[in-house]
Structure formats: C-alpha cells, structure tokens
C-alpha cells in the first residue's frame, strides 16, 4: 500500500526526466498509505499485522538489526552481478557461476551457526557475525577492474556467510523475547521487516550505482 509509492519515489529520483510534482505525490502517497495502514492495525481488535510488538524495546532492536542486515546483503548481491558483467566483461551465465559457491557455502554454513547458537550466547553469535561482515563490506572498496575474479566470489561467500549466520540467533531471541501467543506474529512480522530491508536495499543501490 505504501512500498509501491516508496519504491517508485526513490528509483525515479535518479531520472532527470522524471518532474518534481511526481516525485512529490509519490512520497505523499507513501506517507499517507504508511499513516493509513499504520492507524488501520493499530485500532482494529484483531490486526493482520500486530505493530504492537514494536512497542517491546528487544524485539524492535531484532527488527532494525534484520532490516539492515538484509539491506546490506541484497545491496551487495544486486551490486557484484553488475560489477563482474560491466567492469570485468563476464556473461551473465558467468557473473552467475561466480555468485553459486557463495550460495553453497552459506546454506552448509547456517547448520554451524545453529549449532554455535546452541552452544554460545545468541547475541554473542551476532556481534561476532556482524563485526566479520562489517570489515568484509568495507574490503569492497578495494576491489577495481584488476581484482581477479575469485577474491570477487571470495568477498561475496564470507560476506553472505556473516549476514546469513544472524538468521538462527535473531530468531532464537525473538522466540526467547516474545510470550508464547505472540512468537507466531513475531517471526511473520520479522520475516517482512527483512523483505522491506531487501527491496529498499536494491532500489537505493539501484539509484546510487
């Protein structure tokens, strides 16, 4: 209701061609469908989608660290595809081969993090996986046309590891953090946090490179 007009608003922003007025009905829309669904699930007894969780300091902290976690991954994964077709001169079935270990090694590496939940503190894994994926984004800005393709897909499989290893600990704490009628809700609305995280991620990379 509000992330069509949102969405819009930013990835139009970069065209010159786009007029000003557009811009501005596309925010205002964004802001009035925001307010709109905002008040709806607020007053309504019974809310699809029950914003009251926010009110819970922990579980909002959970929800910003996902949004952003996910912002930085789908930015990264929009980028590098681009990057290795446009400055190195790779195919797409190329890019894409390049981009495939990093989806292995993650998926066998989110069984390692479970069990590192299990024998460490939650939090502590985050941190952890946060700090590591942190330095790993900032190794980016070295990467140029010389960059051989590995240390590329080398990048991109360290960093999806980090973000990807906070998935098990933020939901062992949102089930840890909320009463048992409310962890139901809480995944569902944790897992849409991490969606809006992803396309807002995308678009803004989008129009910024």
Known sequence: MFLVPLLLSISW???????????????TGALV??????GRELLTPFPVVNLRLFQQSAFRLICATAFFNNMGLFS?????????QQVLGLSPLQAGLVIVPALIVSGISGVITGRLTDLLPPPLVIIAMMLAGSVIFYSFSSVTALTA???VAAYVMM?????MGT?????VITVQSLEADQVRMGQG???VVRSIGGLLGVTITSVLF
């Open 13 to 27: 922003s970069r065209n010159n061609d786009t007029e000003t007025a557009t811009l501005i009905w596309l925010g």
């Open 149 to 151: 393709t590995s240390v």
């Open 167 to 171: 998935h098990t600990p933020l939901t």
């Open 189 to 191: 609305l944790l897992g």
């Open 76 to 84: 990264v994964l929009f980028m590098v595809p681009v990057f290795l």
């Open 33 to 38: 469908g925001g307010g709109l669904f905002i």
């Open 159 to 163: 960093y999806r590891v980090c973000i």
